[in-house]
C-alpha cells in the first residue's frame, strides 16, 4: 500500500507537501515542497531522515505555497531531480534569483529542475522500473500540472492546485479514472461560486466610468482570468496592470498550449489593445490590477467569500467543484489539502466521497 504522509497542506492553507512511499518497490517521492506565506514562512516538517532518501520530486505549478522549502530541502540533504513543466521551470528562473537574494544559501546551487517535454502531456513517462508519471494542465495558473503517479501496481493522482473552467486555461481531463489514492485541492471548499456569478458581482461594483477600481492580485491564474474577463465585459474602461503581471501575460505566448485555443485570438488582441497598459503610477479612470495597493482606489477585494453577493472569485475549486472531482474521480481513499481546518470538516461532512478518508 503507498503511504501518504502530509508533511504540510492538509488542515492549512500552504506549505503543500506530500511525502509518497513504496516500501515494497522501494520508492521514495514527494509532491510539492512549498511553505506557508507570512512573516516568518512556515516550512513544511522535512528532516534530513525525510530529505536525503527521497528520489525526486514532482512540481505541480511555481507559487510559494507549492516551492518555496525547495532550498530548504537541499538544505536537509536532497540531491534528486525535480519535475515540472516547461512553462513552470522557465518561471523558476526569476524565482531562484529571488531565493538568492533573500537567503544567499548555497544549498540552492544544488536544486536540480526538469522540465517535462511539451510531446508528454497526457502521456505515460516511465522514470524508473516501477515509477511511472503521468501529467496534464490543471488550469491554475501558466504551466500548473495534475499527475498520475505509478509506482509498482498502485495508482495516485495529485490534482495540485486545480481550476476546474478557467475562461483563459486549460484544464486537462485525466484519462485513468480509479486510483488508489486521490489528493485534490480542497482550498475554496467551504463556499460555492460559480466563476460567472463573480464576474456579475465584481461588475456590480465597478459601475461609475470616472472611478479608480482597484483589485489587488498577485502573479497568478486567478489574476489573468480577471483580467480577461472584465476586459471584453467592459470594453469601455482603460486597465492598468503591474508591470509583473503585463510580463506573466506575454509569457503566455510562448506557451499557448497552455490557453483554451477558441481564446487565443481575443487574448493576443487584448495584450495588443491600447486599452491595456502597465502601471506607471497614473491616476486616470479605469480598472487596476496591481501588486500592492496605492491609496486614492476603490478597492475591490476578491479574495474574501462574505455571501453570494460578495466580489469573491475562486483560485481553487468550491464546494461543487470538489464534488464533480470526486464524481469523476475514484479513488479508494480522499485526501483533500489546501483547506482550514474547519473548512475541511465542513468539506468532509458535505462529501458523499466512497471512504471519505482523511489520510495523515
Ligand atoms: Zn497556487
Ligand atoms: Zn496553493
Known amino acids: 500500500m503507498l503511504d501518504v504522509c502530509a508533511l504540510g497542506g492538509v488542515g492549512e492553507y500552504g506549505r503543500n507537501c506530500f511525502l509518497v512511499t513504496d516500501q515494497r518497490t522501494n520508492t521514495r517521492i514527494l509532491l510539492d515542497c512549498g511553505v506557508r506565506n507570512g512573516e516568518p514562512e512556515i516550512y513544511p516538517a522535512i528532516t534530513e531522515e525525510v530529505a536525503k532518501p527521497i528520489q525526486a520530486v514532482f ?33 523558476m528562473s526569476s524565482i531562484r534569483r529571488n531565493w538568492q537574494d533573500k537567503l544567499g544559501i548555497t544549498a540552492i546551487d544544488k536544486l536540480h529542475f526538469r522540465p517535462l517535454a ?9 522514470l524508473t522500473e516501477n515509477l511511472s508519471i503521468t501529467w496534464g494542465y490543471s488550469g491554475h495558473m501558466l504551466g500548473s500540472v495534475w499527475y498520475i503517479i505509478q509506482i509498482g501496481e498502485q495508482t495516485l493522482f495529485y490534482s495540485g492546485d486545480i481550476a476546474l473552467a478557467s475562461p483563459l486555461l486549460v484544464t486537462d481531463k485525466p484519462i485513468i479514472n480509479t486510483y488508489d489514492v486521490a489528493l485534490i485541492d ?39 482570468d480577471l483580467l480577461f474577463s472584465l476586459f471584453h465585459e467592459l470594453p469601455d474602461r482603460m486597465f492598468i496592470i503591474d508591470d509583473s503581471l503585463h510580463q506573466h501575460l506575454y509569457n503566455h505566448l510562448e506557451h499557448t498550449d497552455n490557453i483554451h485555443n477558441d481564446k487565443l485570438k481575443k487574448f493576443k488582441a487584448m495584450l495588443q489593445s491600447n486599452r491595456l497598459e502597465s502601471y506607471q503610477k497614473t491616476r486616470k479612470p479605469g480598472i487596476y490590477l496591481l501588486r500592492d495597493k496605492p491609496s486614492g482606489f476603490c478597492e ?61
Open 59 to 91: 512540481i505541480s505549478h511555481v507559487h510559494n505555497d507549492h516551492v518555496g522549502a525547495l532550498p530548504f530541502l537541499a538544505a536537509k540533504g536532497f540531491i534528486g531531480d525535480i519535475w515540472m513543466s516547461v512553462a513552470s521551470f522557465e518561471q
Open 300 to 360: 475591490i477585494n476578491t479574495s474574501i467569500y462574505i455571501d453570494e453577493q460578495s466580489p469573491f472569485y475562486k483560485s481553487h475549486p468550491d464546494l461543487e467543484d470538489v464534488q464533480t472531482l470526486t464524481r469523476t474521480i475514484d479513488a479508494e481513499e480522499f485526501i483533500f489539502f489546501h483547506s482550514k481546518q474547519a473548512d475541511l470538516e465542513k468539506i468532509l461532512d458535505s462529501l458523499h466521497v466512497k471512504t471519505g478518508g482523511l489520510l495523515k
Open 118 to 126: 511539451k510531446n508528454t502531456r497526457g502521456k505515460r513517462i516511465r
Open 186 to 224: 480542497s482550498g475554496h471548499g467551504a463556499q460555492t461560486m460559480p466563476y460567472h456569478k463573480s464576474i456579475t458581482n465584481i461588475l456590480q461594483h465597478m459601475t461609475n466610468p470616472m472611478e479608480k477600481y482597484l483589485i489587488p492580485v498577485t502573479i497568478s491564474g486567478k489574476a489573468c
